[in-house]
């Protein structure tokens, strides 16, 4: 049996990709509705027809492989080369070669089984559960026991005692300026800096157009004296406009597919907190919490493209503190958190000046934008939200 655990290794791939960067926020219309084709998201494919040798996966969407890759990395501890074929430092994926890529694949099967017949269909169970980022789950508990504490999270309130959703959103226009000034918005463009994978600062431009427009990009000094040209996590152009989008590194344009374009446009510093209640199906306060020490009111919500998300309220200034976007994949719910600080006024307005993002992967560390200028409703150049060539 253990030797059967040992094996379960690693069901991992560390590849990065500045995709994951942003699975947050959606203000995108529902998918679900019915546009002309010239203007409709790029479907995706499933995996199995975009890479080889699927065997469990199969159905999943294209986007979804590499976080759910990355996710089982952080689940386990461990590396792609635990389960996958590496050959002159480049993995041979597809190769069948490793006992242990088979005991993956089993694995994987016994978790989406068992969330097909106890979970309801749902992603309730995940690697995780078990192993909690090591090699072996732990079978029993370590003595001796720790004291007694709360349950993590939400603070459980009767249904009562809490205030409703509309006190909360109110409460939130109004903390950030009202929402005569918000629909005065036609534009914004920030400058900063922004935290890259190796957790150095970089200088950070980005520029929204209302309602759906928006373009940011970094790059770090000196890319060929560090043998850093051509990957993503060290110069970066990414574009969303409407129902398309695209990033762009030194490897060449990758067009964004599917869910893709919704989760990119919200990662934008405007997007991601403004009209929020454009950007969801439903809404539900669900308990409170604390942020650093402070009450937030917890509201679950739904987006209208059926994803998932938790947003945290500060229950005295009423600002958004934190937005947790889940991604459902086949073997698991995967976070990413997003933190809101340092609100500043703008023209009327109080914006946050620093937005900090967490993810589930190993290879990334949380990323810190923090911005030294934003300006309203200026002049954009349209040709900034064309594909970049």
């Not at 960067?21 to 002309?36: G, L, Y």
């Not at 609100?343 to 900090?356: H, M, N, Q």
């Amino acid at each position: 049996m253990n030797r059967i655990i040992l094996k379960i290794v690693l069901i991992t791939f560390t590849i990065s990709s500045a995709l994951i960067v942003v699975t947050f926020f959606s203000a995108a219309q529902d998918s679900r509705t019915k546009e002309t084709p010239a203007a409709s998201t790029p479907a995706e494919k499933p995996v199995e027809q975009v890479f080889k040798n699927i065997k469990v996966l199969n159905g999943m969407p294209q986007s979804q492989l590499y976080p759910a890759m990355r996710f089982m990395a952080t689940s386990l501890g461990f590396q792609c080369g635990s389960c996958h074929v590496i050959k002159s430092g480049f993995g041979d994926f597809p190769a069948d070669e490793k006992p242990e890529k088979q005991t993956a694949r089993q694995m994987i099967r016994m978790v989406m089984e068992i969330n097909r017949t106890l979970g309801e269909e749902r992603p309730t169970v995940s690697c995780y559960t078990c192993h909690r980022g090591q090699r072996s789950p732990q079978g029993a508990p370590a003595l001796p026991l720790p004291e007694a504490r709360p349950p993590i999270g939400a603070k459980p309130t009767s249904a009562s005692t809490l205030t409703s959703v509309d006190e909360v959103l109110n409460k939130y226009v109004a903390a950030i300026g009202g929402k005569t000034a918000l629909d005065r918005i036609t534009s914004c463009v920030v400058k900063g800096t922004t935290t890259i994978f190796s957790g150095e600062l970089v200088a950070y431009e980005a520029e929204q157009l209302v309602p759906d427009k928006g373009h940011e990009s970094f790059a770090i000094q000196n890319l060929r004296e560090r043998n850093c040209t051509g990957d993503s996590r060290c110069e970066y152009e990414r574009v969303v406009n409407a129902q398309h989008g695209w990033l762009k590194s030194g490897a060449g344009v990758q067009e964004l597919l599917g869910l893709q374009v919704a989760d990119q446009k919200v990662s934008f510093p405007l997007f991601g907190i403004l009209r929020l209640k454009d950007q969801y199906a439903s809404f539900r306060v669900s308990g409170r919490d604390q942020i650093d020490g402070r009450d937030v009111h917890v509201v679950s919500a739904v987006r209208s493209d059926n994803k998932p998300e938790r947003l945290y309220f500060d229950v005295e200034s009423g600002f958004l503190r934190r937005r947790i976007s889940y991604i459902r994949t086949l073997i698991g719910t995967i976070p990413q958190q997003t933190d809101f600080e340092d609100y500043r006024e703008v023209d009327g307005l109080r914006l946050p000046f620093t937005i900090r993002m967490a993810f589930a992967d190993p290879g990334s560390l949380p990323i810190t934008r923090q911005f030294s200028e934003i300006k309203l409703n200026v002049a954009v150049d349209n040709s900034k939200f064309e594909k970049p060539r």
